[in-house]
């Protein structure tokens, strides 16, 4: 289950044959369908094609018509996937649900409430970074090998 414009879905597709699902609520230059080129270069490799959803992700009305997607599915990964980041943590928490999300903006104005326990706000990418880590002992955090904002939070379940 990914998050995002897809690039890392069609790159698990080709490399691994992994099957994926694909939310991104911005409707793309091809709509709901993968770039040509892209298809076709999956098709030609005989590799599952992943599927999307152009849809908002968050805890509620995601969840209302997409819960069975992600209780059937390994792991969620958000790869710089802007506002909702702090839910797909949740969601994967919630369900128990392998996952791994690189943060890269922190969107405090859209959050005016988010804070850490003492009351001070979240407003810096360092400070986004920290809140989310406090949210469960279990988190794990590791800096990825490219440039930007390239640090991933992860969970590894018991599956």
């Known amino acids: 289950f990914f998050f995002g414009k897809g690039k890392l879905s069609i790159e698990l597709s080709l490399q691994g044959k ?3 699902t694909i939310v ?27 599927a999307l959803l152009p849809k908002e992700f968050n805890q509620t009305a995601f969840l209302a018509d997409h819960e069975r997607t992600i209780i059937n599915s390994s792991i969620l ?53 920290k809140y989310l880590m406090l949210k469960d002992d279990r988190l794990q955090q590791l800096d990825l090998p490219f440039e930007g904002r390239n640090t991933v939070i992860y969970l590894r379940t018991k599956a």
């Open 18 to 20: 992994i099957q994926s």
């Open 24 to 50: 991104d609520p911005l409707v793309r230059k091809h709509g709901e369908k993968l770039d040509p080129r892209e298809a076709k270069r999956i098709r030609k490799a005989q590799a599952p094609h992943p």
């Open 77 to 129: 990964v958000g790869l710089h996937p802007d506002e909702c980041t702090e839910d797909i943590l949740d969601v994967a928490l919630s369900y128990d649900k392998p996952f791994a999300i690189v943060p890269c903006c922190v969107f405090s104005g859209f959050f005016p409430l988010r804070s850490f326990p003492d009351g001070s706000p979240v407003r810096t990418y360092e400070e986004f970074l």
